[in-house]
């Protein structure tokens, strides 16, 4: 067969400078996975990225038989109107990726097949049924995520035209392990169990990198949590290359970042890394500070993030607002305080959402009727929340989520973080991502959703009165999806937000 595989790195078109630069770093994993074992099944394979409706590297040819397209929930309606396109030409479409695993029940009303997780030998059983499942497509899961992957060396051919745009900075994404070991109840990771992929796979990993010899690469390693095993996998980096021969790039638990793991970790050129905090209070399995809340746990954190600063120098934190812990002003007074105390630390804020069926905890908000049926394509942790808050009426939580924004942002603070990383490369980039993306793109968007508001329309909907999504909304959408907006099959935008719930108890999908 003809097979092509589309990755989607962007819902539309890039806002801003700094996504424009970033946009063809966004490539996963999975779809050259699933290119390297099309292969080795005998059929001739394709790779195309789009940014948005644009093709952004690659390309496809028109007598496809199949095509794969992979997507995060914010590019569902993208990735949806790609398959409608695929299947007036009579091609068989396959949805993987995130919005796969979160939303199956709405996917298989728009593909032939929808795989959750996906193994060389689920993958090789959907390839000898291919044949159209229409009106409503089957759903494919493995039991769980494949012992294996094709490393680095395999993927890059259908990695390369990716790599080849991006001109600034070039991300090369590498995997050692998949799933966690911690429980974190809003977790996609967190339902599948830790698993190390082979360390001589890692090993040759790394040494096809340096092969590769890419001007400005970084190593990014796409791990949920990376170092559970922190001395194995320091100890295969550093059997394998030379420390500071590459520059690594991972996202870890602040738990593994004890001084003497910073210590390696500077040592073998780590040089941003990504510890969640996601919260003031509670939950605080992660960073081993399960008793402690509020102020004393700001002023902690903040302690150990300056020391994870002084090792590393891009220290980004994530935290989410919104989580039903949070209550009143304190819990965004707190984070203002963790910007001042650690005024090199870059914050990363998300907003609450439920991705379907990705995490056990969406089973409560839909029990409790808190789930609002956003479009997808606003469900990208900063457009919009799709849980309604426990303890704050909408414009009380947008006036928070501002101020907090604003705050952590703004040209003092901007200044600071600016000065405490020493005017570096990496401090430069930081501001430029803090105006371009964070200040004039996402705060400028809070403060639009906060306007709408006060709507009644828009109010309606998001306070479960009104199943009519805001025109505003609907009117993005369009000019997002551009050409492709005639494809939008009828009735996508809209989505049952309580099918995990349903589907948990009643109706099961067709699987094969
Ligand atoms: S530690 Fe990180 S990856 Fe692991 S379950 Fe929690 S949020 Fe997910």
Redesign the pocket.
């Known amino acids: 067969m003809r097979i092509g595989i589309i990755d989607l790195l962007g819902k539309e078109a890039p806002r801003n400078g700094y996504s424009r630069l970033m946009r063809p770093n966004n490539t996963s994993i999975m779809p050259q996975a699933i290119g390297v074992w099309c292969e080795e099944e005998g059929h001739e394979v394709h790779m195309a990225y789009y940014s948005g409706p644009t093709l952004l590297a690659g390309g496809l040819p028109d007598d496809l038989d199949l095509i794969f397209i992979t997507a995060f929930s914010q590019a569902a309606l993208l990735a949806y109107a790609f398959s409608n396109y695929f299947r007036q030409k009579g091609i068989i479409t396959v949805l993987g990726g995130p919005h796969a695993r979160s939303y199956p029940e709405d996917s298989v009303r728009y593909f032939d097949y929808v795989v959750g997780l996906c193994d060389q030998e689920l993958l090789r059983d959907l390839l000898q049924d291919a044949t159209q499942h229409r009106p409503i497509g089957v759903h494919l899961s493995a039991d769980r995520q494949p012992a294996s992957l094709p490393g680095l060396r395999r993927r890059w051919k259908f990695l390369k035209p990716a790599m080849d745009q991006a001109k600034i900075l070039k991300l090369v994404p590498l995997i050692g392990s998949l799933g ?1 070991p ?3 109840s809003f ?1 996609i ?2 339902a599948v169990p830790y698993q190390p992929l082979a360390y001589d796979g890692l090993r040759d990993d790394l040494l096809f990198f340096l092969e590769l010899n890419l001007p400005r690469s970084v190593a990014v390693w796409h791990d ?2 990376f170092g559970i095993r922190f001395d194995e996998y320091l100890d295969t980096i550093e059997e394998a290359v030379r420390p500071g021969s590459i520059t690594f790039v991972a996202e870890t ?1 602040l738990a593994l970042l004890k001084e003497d793991n910073l210590r390696r970790l500077k040592h073998n050129t780590f040089k941003a890394i990504a510890p ?1 905090i996601e919260s003031w209070y509670e939950m605080g399995e ?1 960073s081993k500070m399960r008793s402690v809340n509020g102020a004393e746990k700001v002023r902690r954190l903040a302690e150990h993030a300056n020391l994870v600063n002084s090792y590393i120098p891009y220290t980004q934190c994530n935290l989410i607002f919104g989580l039903d812990v949070d209550e009143g002003p304190e819990p965004f007074e707190l984070t203002r305080q963790f910007i001042d105390l650690a005024p090199g630390v870059y914050p990363h804020f998300a907003l609450l959402s439920a991705f379907g069926r990705n995490a056990a905890l969406n089973l409560e908000y839909q029990r409790e009727g808190r789930v609002v049926p956003v479009p997808f394509h606003f469900l990208d942790l900063v457009q919009s929340m799709n849980v309604r808050p426990r303890h704050y009426s909408w414009s009380e939580f947008y006036d928070h989520v501002c101020d907090t924004f604003s705050y952590a942002f703004s040209p003092r603070a901007l200044t600071r973080r600016l000065a405490a990383n020493r005017f570096t490369p990496i401090a430069l980039e930081q501001l430029f991502r803090g105006v371009s993306s964070e200040r004039n793109n996402r705060l400028a968007y809070h403060r639009k959703i906060r306007g709408w508001l006060d709507q009644p329309d828009f109010r309606a909907f998001f306070d479960g009165e009104s199943p009519a999504i805001p025109e505003v909304l609907v009117d993005q959408i369009r000019r997002h999806l551009g050409p492709l907006w005639q494809w939008l099959p009828d009735g996508a935008l809209h989505h049952d937000p309580n099918a995990y719930l349903a589907g948990s108890s009643s109706q099961q999908l067709p699987v094969i």
Do not use: E, F, L, Q
């Open positions: 966690c911690y429980k974190c977790c990771d967190a949920p949590n638990s969640g992660k």
